[in-house]
């Protein structure tokens, strides 16, 4: 069974930092993009950033500048550099990644973490 665990959110004063990781774990034959979502209260799911199995990346325009994605493909890991925290990045934010579960099926599905809290107060 494929499993999606984040970590590293928790509480920081505006203009600080935080770095969330989310490592995929179980038997798959490979995973594609991976990317980070995340969730205000009252609000819709929003992307936040995603990365391909090349690093090819893409950014909301709200974080551009002061969030970086990045992966180790070797630790099936996904990292989200938080820099500048401002409060309106306060958030459930959630990974998410395609994987292939088998190699002779080319067929993706999409997992999703947990979920980790980012709250961003003074």
């Known amino acids: 069974q494929v499993q999606l665990v984040e970590s590293g959110g928790g509480l920081v004063q505006p203009g600080g930092s935080l770095r969330l990781s989310c490592a995929a774990s179980?038997?798959?034959?490979?995973?594609?993009?991976m990317g980070w979502y995340r969730q205000a209260p009252g609000k819709q799911r929003e992307l936040v950033a995603t990365?391909?199995?090349?690093?090819?990346?893409n950014y909301a325009d709200s974080v551009k500048g002061r969030f970086t994605i990045s992966r180790d493909n070797a630790k099936n890991t996904v990292y989200l550099q938080m820099n500048s925290l401002k409060p309106e990045d306060t958030a459930v934010y959630y990974c998410?990644?395609?994987?292939?579960?088998?190699?002779?099926?080319?067929?993706?599905?999409?997992?999703w973490g947990q979920g980790t809290q980012v709250t961003v107060s003074s």
């Open positions: 998410s990644a395609k994987i292939r579960i088998v190699k002779v099926i080319f067929r993706e599905y999409d997992y």
């Open positions: 179980g038997r798959f034959f490979s995973i594609n993009d």
């Open positions: 990365i391909t199995s090349g690093n090819s990346t």
